[in-house]
């Protein structure tokens, strides 16, 4: 199975800004379609966006406007551009393949924690 980790994580303002991101292995981000998750504390985890292997791109619509999902050119590393921040978004995020379990059995990293807090 694929193994994702995510980075990027912080504390930020409100209004703040964090690009996190992801790499995987296996070649994965250049080989799948790719998403973002994000669990918050008592709920259950949502897909936030997600990206194609043509670049097409799916965002949540409490995040529409607000954050971008990209791969570099290089399609080595997922990235999640989050900017407005809301206490809303606070939340541990993973990245995995969309949807999560393509390269097998569902596996999920440990996340990177996004607190927005003032």
């Known amino acids: 199975q694929v193994q994702f980790v995510e980075s990027g994580g912080d504390l930020v303002q409100p209004g703040g800004s964090l690009k996190l991101s992801c790499t995987a292995s296996?070649?994965?981000?250049?080989?799948?379609?790719l998403g973002w998750f994000r669990q918050a504390p008592g709920k259950q985890r949502e897909s936030v966006a997600s990206?194609?292997?043509?670049?097409?791109?799916y965002y949540t619509a409490s995040v529409k406007g607000r954050f971008t999902i990209s791969r570099d050119n290089a399609k080595t590393t997922l990235y999640l551009q989050m900017n407005s921040l809301t206490p809303e978004d606070t939340a541990v995020y993973y990245c995995?393949?969309?949807?999560?379990?393509?390269?097998?059995?569902?596996?999920w990293g440990q996340g990177t924690q996004v607190t927005v807090s003032s």
């Open positions: 995995n393949t969309w949807p999560p379990g393509r390269t097998g059995p569902e596996s």
């Open positions: 296996g070649d994965a981000i250049r080989l799948y379609a």
């Open positions: 990206i194609s292997l043509q670049d097409f791109t």
